[in-house]
């Protein structure tokens, strides 16, 4: 009954979401009240539907109800309720609704924060909206309904996926679909913008925090399924350019581009086309991002069980909602005006430069993810575009940005003095190039570009921390002055600071990972000792333990440093799942300081010994501090829009405030 | 300071379409480079490829055919039931890495004729047939998909 209430839902918000997508835009046209006003009662009541139709999911598997296809598929009775809860988006169906009821939720802040947008823009923004809405309701009411029934119901369900059960499920989908589709309510403004062939300042106030908010979310989100494939998969990388991971990697970049876009439209009421066009590009890149990940077009390890249909179907939904918002923005662009003048060495110009090189590498990952298709298409010839390919195009574009990169914030707006820049951040040049040539000279057998590497790392943290320093005004004022400046300061300048900073930690990961790792692989028998990156590793056998839906052989490993000192435990095993018949490798990790030492086992060497893999991972986990501290950045920001803009302290609404200063 | 602004604007599109052009180039040339191409072990021998050219091989674990030298080198069977090709490769094999499974490796031919994988790709589920794979299988009628 629970399920069927679900299901109803479902269908009772696709209908709900047909009037949102049209009543409003209509009232908008004609100009009537009444008609706009049903926007936000009737988001409300999508989230509502919504809301209910995911608990009713929950429940069915939190009671393991079998009788459900999709409980059976991905469940089993003595699988963790964690992984039980989880399981719930740890498949295709489950994962659209929560893509959904994701959608849906943005919809209702908008309409709850909403209050003080122009009454057409606001029924606009939230019809659009109820479009994406509608679309995605029918796809997975039409294709993959996860309410289905099935007669008789099974005794016991397959299991999920062992591979998911894992806390990952818990955090890396919900944070990257916050990304994903938060990135749909700039889409939504930016078609909105294009109906009414009006844009202003005000505008780019109301998207910034969005964007801000997406951006935050999905760094995380991709930081997130980047370290869990990092301990789960046991081989040991941090990111593959897997056609999936570039997926979510394509919005990231061009989000980070209109993130950086709409600071000078809103600042200077300039680059608004572009803005828009940012905005539309980075949902889509989001849109084709599910279609590849959901149709299983490419090869790649996380297509779930794929089915052509549903390829076909999210294509149309492609085709509609990218061919239709570049086509309003064909014909509408002209209609808005472009804003104020600036010199090309300004705040402004390195801007700009930033979305040209953000831009452009993001165009570099999509040719290279979207290349096997087109080859395939064109001459039939199957083709991979792997690592070698990324590594070659990306590497090269991104390096001049990331040494521009502490150059922005110290230029002036309309038109800046890059020699007073260049001076301010002589002590962070020199800081980096010594610890560049530290590390060239005091670490043996290190390569040159390892050393520029590092440089260039420490170079993004100094010029973050030059920033501050200056806005602080060191050397011009007394030090309690000073203090009382530096926590003055505007919170999106600690937010600027601390997401260049943590690009420069994750560069440093990177590249200490990339270029300073030790690789040990061996056949060890128990009682064996393997020296990986001075610490020596010893076997001492192979034991076996019975998890709740699993068995598994523990491989136990003493290890000690240099001096013969143990320094403690790793335990690496090999699990087997009955269920699904099916074997994972838990990898043995244990850190020290940044760095890791990841022990995977493989299989049984005839003569009795098990093959072991052993990692020494120098600064590895800087890669995801630096994430962090790009998420915390971006947080920090968004702190800002409440404080700057200055509305009454009692209204909580945060973007409604950047409109009344607008006004 | 003699710069017009037209002058200077100019400057700027120029720069920034030296910049695409320097990116659609190297792109272009990593393809050229980089990618590597999909063949079946029958492919192979109908098309010929040269030593040291990188590709992806790919096909069905040949039953029988997994063979464990000392230490971490294995070598096995890749067919498609036309031809087989024997893969040799050091390190380890991904969990689900069985006879009879789908499997892509990448890697190139040796002078002597060795198909040496520094890549092996098994997908981490249990009914994964690597999509070139089923493709090409299909295409040659030995494979059909059982539903």
């Given at each position: 009954m629970i399920v069927e209430i679900g299901h109803f839902a479902l269908v009772l918000a696709f209908a709900l979401s047909l009037v949102l997508s049209i009543v409003p835009i209509v009232g908008a046209r004609i100009g009537d009240q009444r008609l706009m006003a049903v926007a936000e009662p009737a988001s409300f009541a999508i989230l509502g539907l919504i809301a209910l139709s995911f608990a009713a999911l929950t429940v069915a598997y939190v009671q393991s109800d079998f009788s459900v296809a999709n409980v059976w598929e991905n469940s089993h009775s003595l699988k963790p309720m964690l992984y039980k809860i989880t399981g719930v988006w740890g498949n295709h169906e489950g994962s659209m609704l929560l893509w959904i009821l994701i959608l849906a939720a943005f919809g209702g802040l908008v309409a709850l924060f909403g209050s003080n947008l122009p009454a057409t823009l606001r029924a606009n923004v939230l019809a659009v909206q109820g479009m994406i809405a509608a679309a995605f309701l029918l796809f997975v009411l039409a294709s993959s309904n996860p309410f289905a029934r099935i007669?008789?119901?099974?005794?016991?369900g397959r299991d999920l996926n062992p591979i998911l059960q894992d806390i990952g499920l818990a955090i890396h989908p919900p944070l990257l679909y916050l990304g994903y589709v938060g990135f749909s309510i700039c889409f939504s403004f930016a078609v909105a913008a294009l109906i009414e062939g009006r844009i202003d300042a005000a505008w780019a106030r109301w998207v910034r925090p969005w964007t801000l908010a997406a951006w935050a979310a999905l760094t995380g989100g991709i930081a997130m399924g980047s370290y869990w494939a990092y301990y789960e998969l046991g081989w040991g990388g941090w990111w593959f350019w897997d056609p999936v991971e570039n997926a979510s990697f394509l919005p990231w970049l061009s989000g980070t581009a209109l993130l950086h876009s709409a600071i000078v439209m809103e600042k200077r009421s300039a680059l608004k086309i572009w803005t828009v066009l940012l905005a539309i590009l980075t949902f889509s890149l989001s849109l084709l991002g599910t279609f590849l990940v959901r149709s299983g077009v490419l090869t790649s390890v996380h297509a779930f069980a794929t089915d052509p249909t549903r390829g076909v179907f999210i294509l149309m939904i492609l085709i509609v909602f990218i061919g239709g918002s570049l086509a309003l923005f064909a014909f509408r662009a002209s209609t808005l005006t472009s804003g104020g003048l600036f010199q090309p060495i300004s705040r402004e110009g390195g801007l700009v430069l930033n979305n040209l090189f953000l831009t452009t590498a993001a165009a570099t990952v999509l040719i290279g993810t979207l290349w096997p298709l087109l080859v395939e298409a064109v001459t039939g010839e199957k083709v991979s575009v792997g690592a070698p390919f990324f590594n070659m195009t990306f590497g090269p574009l991104i390096v001049p940005l990331l040494l521009a990169v502490p150059f922005g914030p110290l230029l002036a707006w309309k038109r800046g003095d890059l020699y007073a820049a260049s001076q301010r951040l002589f002590v962070a040049f020199a800081l980096a190039l010594l610890i560049g040539l530290v590390t060239l000279f005091m670490i043996d057998r290190i390569s040159v570009v390892a050393a520029f590497g590092v440089a260039v790392a420490f170079w993004l943290v100094f010029g973050a921390l030059t920033d501050l320093a200056l806005k602080a005004g060191i050397g011009k004022a007394s030090p309690s002055v000073m203090f009382r400046r530096f926590v003055g300061l505007p919170r999106s300048v600690f937010g600027t600071a601390l997401a260049h900073a943590g690009l420069g930690l994750t560069t440093l990961g990177i590249v200490a990972v990339s270029t300073l790792e030790v690789e040990r692989i061996a056949v060890m028998q128990p009682g064996d000792t393997l020296d990986v990156a001075g610490y020596e590793l010893r076997f001492d056998g192979l034991v076996p333990f019975d998890g709740p839906n699993f068995t598994e052989e523990q491989g136990r490993f003493t290890y000690s440093d240099r001096s013969g000192r143990e320094r403690g435990e790793v335990v690496s095993s090999k699990r087997f799942y009955p269920a699904r018949q099916m074997p994972t490798t838990e990898a043995g990790i244990t850190s020290h300081g940044f760095s890791q030492l990841y022990v995977a086992l493989g299989d049984r060497a005839p003569d009795g010994g098990i093959v072991v893999r052993a990692w020494w991972k120098p600064q590895v986990l800087f890669i995801w501090i630096g994430c962090i501290f790009m998420m915390v950045g971006g947080g920090v920001s968004l702190l800002d829009r409440r404080l700057r803009v200055g509305a009454p302290a009692a209204k909580r609404s945060k973007p409604a405030r950047a409109v009344e200063v607008a006004t | 300071m003699a710069m017009t602004r037209k002058k200077k604007r100019l400057a700027v599109i120029g720069g920034a379409f030296a910049f695409l052009t320097l990116a659609t180039t190297l792109t272009l040339f990593a393809l050229g480079q980089k990618a590597s191409y999909f063949y079946t072990p029958a492919d192979i021998s109908e098309k010929g490829v040269a030593p040291g050219e990188r590709i992806r091989l790919g096909g069905l674990v040949a039953t029988g055919s997994i063979a464990r030298a000392g230490g971490t080198d294995v070598s096995f069977a890749v067919t498609d039931r036309i031809e087989t090709v024997t893969v040799s490769y050091s390190g380890i094999l991904p969990d689900l890495f069985r006879e009879e499974q789908g499997v892509i490796t990448e890697g190139a031919f040796d002078a002597s004729g060795r198909f040496v994988a520094d890549t092996v790709l098994a997908r981490h589920d249990e009914n994964y047939m690597p999509r070139e794979v089923a493709d090409s299988m299909k295409a040659r009628g030995i494979w059909q998909e059982e539903d």
């Open positions: 007669s008789p119901p099974p005794i016991e | -």
